[in-house]
T-cell receptor
Framework: ELKVEQNPLFLSMQEGKNYTIYCNYS?????LYWYRQDPGKSLESLFV?????AVKQEGRLMASLDTKARLSTLHITAAVHDLSATYFC?????????????FGTGTRLQVFP | DSGVTQTPKHLITATGQRVTLRCSPR?????VYWYQQSLDQGLQFLIQ???????AKGNILERFSAQQFPDLHSELNLSSLELGDSALYFC????????????FGPGTRLTVL
């Protein structure tokens, strides 16, 4: 059964600093997604990563995928308060004809002045 | 706004009762997914429908059932409710594409007293 782990679970960082969130998954997959969730709100799609070596950037966030290592990273550059939220990675299992998402535990990011 | 709508936004009910959650996917999306988010279980896939047919089942209890109608809207029925069913229930939809990106609705917060 596919398992998805994120670390850290909680991240408190100062504005202007850089940090990386890690997402590991246990079985083969070629599709990985990053979502953002504000407290009590829905999930907002950030990135879709479809192949080994894929890298995508949007503003201060950059996501990458290494399918051989079964690892994705979400890098935050020069954090600002508006980035405070919970970030989830989600993976689609390789086998079968379903696109169900298996979510990681989430990383709660808090950016302070 | 993702284009996915869910009703109601909030639902408060008693143990043993039955409720129905409704979801309308984005225009043109044939796939509908249901997810449950709770503090102890995190985000879990429940069930997927594609163009009216059940495509995949996750950790969905026997007390729960779902269907997708010809107009593609979907309903999730929860019966014999227990305190532990209190959670945020999300519906998501996706188009048939390589990316398979899922767009989430605002969610229904269910409280069982």
């Amino acid at each position: 059964e596919l398992k998805v782990e994120q670390n850290p679970l909680f991240l408190s960082m100062q504005e202007g600093k850089n940090y990386t969130i890690y997402c590991n998954y246990s079985t083969t997959s070629d599709r990985l997604y990053w979502y953002r969730q504000d407290p009590g709100k829905s999930l907002e799609s950030l990135f879709v990563l479809l192949s080994n070596g894929a890298v995508k950037q949007e503003g201060r966030l950059m996501a990458s995928l290494d399918t051989k290592a079964r690892l994705s990273t979400l890098h935050i550059t020069a954090a600002v308060h508006d980035l405070s939220a919970t970030y989830f990675c989600a993976v689609v299992p390789w086998a079968g004809n379903t696109d169900k998402l298996i979510f990681g535990t989430g990383t709660r990011l808090q950016v302070f002045p | 706004d993702s284009g996915v709508t869910q009703t109601p936004k909030h639902l408060i009910t008693a143990t043993g009762q039955r409720v129905t959650l409704r979801c309308s996917p984005r225009s043109g999306d044939l796939s509908v997914y249901w997810y449950q988010q709770s503090l102890d279980q995190g985000l879990q896939f429940l069930i997927q429908y594609y163009n009216g047919e059940e495509r995949a089942k996750g950790n969905i209890l026997e007390r729960f059932s779902a269907q997708q109608f010809p107009d593609l809207h979907s309903e999730l029925n929860l019966s014999s409710l227990e305190l532990g069913d209190s959670a945020l229930y999300f519906c998501a939809s996706s188009a048939y594409s390589r990316e398979g990106e899922q767009f989430f609705g605002p969610g229904t917060r269910l409280t069982v007293l």
